[in-house]
T-cell receptor, first 117, second 113 residues
Framework: EPEVTQTPSHQVTQMGQEVILRCVPI?????FYWYRQILGQKVEFLVS????????KSEIFDDQFSVERPDGSNFTLKIRSTKLEDSAMYFC???????????????FGPGTRLTVL | DAKTTQPPSMDCAEGRAANLPCNHS???????VYWYRQIHSQGPQYIIH???NNETNEMASLIITEDRKSSTLILPHATLRDTAVYYC??????????????FGKGTKLSVKP
């Protein structure tokens, strides 16, 4: 069964450093998402991406964050200058269609645990 | 903020049906009800979704009231592996939005032997 993969599974970085989290969505999916979950808290939406551009972003997704689909298979989340409060599990998700279409369920990857020291 | 209200926790005996309620009294006509679950710290997993009609798939059934203000997720024969946090999410296609998922705190379902 096709699945969303994410690398690395765990990333440790120093405050102020840049990190890139990588995701490989399911191959025929067109909609891509990033979510995060701070330990013990809710899953929070960050950004959605379709047709090579951001569709929607939350208040969390400020200028420190960016997303890219560099090569047609990978989908990346970059944090330019990490802060302590960026420590969280980051989940990538993809779907074949958007809400209201037939195949719109989002498939989530296993997550990347980011620890900022 | 999440547009749904769920009980924080529920218990269910293994092999019995688990009925998880959700209130979404402010749901609008073009919004869907989605159910996801999260087992421990894994990525959320899609279960089922519906608009107006009741739905069933290999994992669960979704019963939506006629006024659409509440719904119930039914796991017909719960197993220990169904122990997870279950999220009821209301979302829709808002002028081109893909209907991003806004998670609440969900219901922690504990299936006991």
């Amino acid at each position: 069964e096709p699945e969303v993969t994410q690398t690395p599974s765990h990333q440790v970085t120093q405050m102020g450093q840049e990190v890139i989290l990588r995701c490989v969505p399911i191959s025929n999916h067109l909609y891509f998402y990033w979510y995060r979950q701070i330990l013990g808290q809710k899953v929070e939406f960050l950004v959605s991406f379709y047709n090579n551009e951001i569709s929607e972003k939350s208040e969390i997704f400020d200028d420190q964050f960016s997303v890219e689909r560099p090569d047609g298979s990978n989908f990346t989340l970059k944090i330019r200058s990490t802060k302590l409060e960026d420590s969280a599990m980051y989940f990538c998700a993809s779907s074949e269609g958007g809400v209201g279409t037939t195949y719109n369920e989002q498939f989530f990857g296993p997550g990347t645990r980011l620890t900022v020291l | 903020d999440a547009k749904t209200t769920q009980p924080p926790s529920m218990d269910c005996a293994e092999g019995r049906a688990a009925n998880l309620p959700c209130n979404h009294s402010t749901i609008s006509g073009n919004e869907y009800v989605y159910w996801y679950r999260q087992i421990h710290s894994q990525g959320p997993q899609y279960i089922i979704h519906g608009l107006k009609n009741n739905e069933t798939n290999e994992m669960a059934s979704l019963i939506i009231t006629e006024d659409r203000k509440s719904s119930t997720l039914i796991l017909p024969h719960a197993t220990l592996r169904d122990t997870a946090v279950y999220y009821c999410i209301v979302t829709g296609n808002y002028g081109g939005s893909q209907g991003n998922l806004i998670f609440g705190k969900g219901t922690k379902l504990s299936v006991k032997p």
